[in-house]
């Protein structure tokens, strides 16, 4: 179900061909988007439904002017509402056919989100020196997705920690570029589609298939590559919104 970044062609080959835009064999065998769906909350990955594209870079939601058009939950409740309970996501699924969907994170998993060019280099690394690297998505819109166990104590929310852009929560050390969503935010969940007529997707490059590794084994390697490649290119203002206060 996910695509595979490892093989015999190396990390190397086959990451290169996802960052030109070239999907391989494996990406294109994906199944269903409910399959898809099903398999990330048999992960455990709580999901909730979100809004989808509309003609004319527009969100499906009636908010005008949208700030994340797309990218956000269509429920104020979201965070109560995520759940990994099958028959729910069927249904959600089959009811609402055109909508994305998000993870809560904080709950079970947090995700390392970082800017494409710095997660690529980082994956490879981390690949090539035998790290449990877990599942890893890639936002066409110039994100990288790294899904890990959560650092929060979610039986105690006292301990939680709130998501907050370019941070560490275990230090007041600035990391530019990486966000570290926690408790109170959220990801899109592949396979998620993305504003525009160019057919932009969020797609798994590690499928859920993979266990949750501690966030700590990768932080080293992403924070790196982070201080290598931020200014390096342009940020995106849209993916710089995440999350949608709903």
Same mark, same amino acid.
């Given at each position: ?18 960052? &030109?835009?070239? =999907? ?8 269903? &988007?409910?399959?898809?769906?099903? %398999? ?13 594209? %509309?003609?004319?870079? @527009? ?10 058009? %797309? ?22 699924? =089959? ?15 947090? *995700? ?20 449990? *690297? ?48 926690? &408790?109170?935010?959220?990801?899109? *969940?592949?396979? %998620? ?8 997707? *969020? ?24 201080? @290598? ?18």
């Amino acid at each position: 179900m996910s695509a595979e970044i490892g093989g015999r062609n190396g990390p190397q080959g086959k990451l290169s061909r996802w960052l &030109r835009g070239r =999907r391989p064999k494996e990406a294109a065998d994906t199944g269903s &988007r409910e399959a898809l769906l099903l %398999a990330a909350a048999g992960a455990g990955l709580p999901l909730a439904p979100a809004a989808h594209p %509309a003609p004319g870079y @527009r969100c499906s939601c009636d908010r005008v002017g949208c700030p994340t058009p %797309a990218r956000h939950p269509v429920s104020f409740a979201w965070q109560t509402q995520s759940t990994t309970d099958r028959a729910q996501i069927e249904r959600w699924a =089959r009811h609402q056919p055109q909508a994305n969907f998000i993870t809560a994170t904080g709950m079970v998993h947090d *995700v390392l989100d970082v800017p494409v060019e710095a997660g690529a280099e980082a994956l490879e690394n981390l690949l090539a020196a035998g790290v449990e *690297v877990g599942p890893v998505a890639r936002s066409d819109d110039g994100r990288m997705l790294f899904f890990t166990l959560t650092r929060g104590t979610p039986e105690d929310e006292d301990e939680w920690w709130p998501c907050e852009l370019d941070c560490h929560p275990e230090t007041a050390d600035e990391h530019p570029g990486m966000r570290w969503h926690c &408790r109170g935010s959220y990801v899109l *969940v592949p396979p %998620a589609r993305l504003p525009g007529d160019d057919g932009q997707q *969020v797609r798994w490059l590690r499928g859920p298939e993979h266990p949750l590794p501690d966030p700590l084994t990768l932080l080293e390697s992403l924070t790196d590559a982070c201080a @290598r490649h931020v200014g390096a290119e342009p940020q995106h203002d849209v993916a710089s919104a995440w999350p949608l206060r709903h």
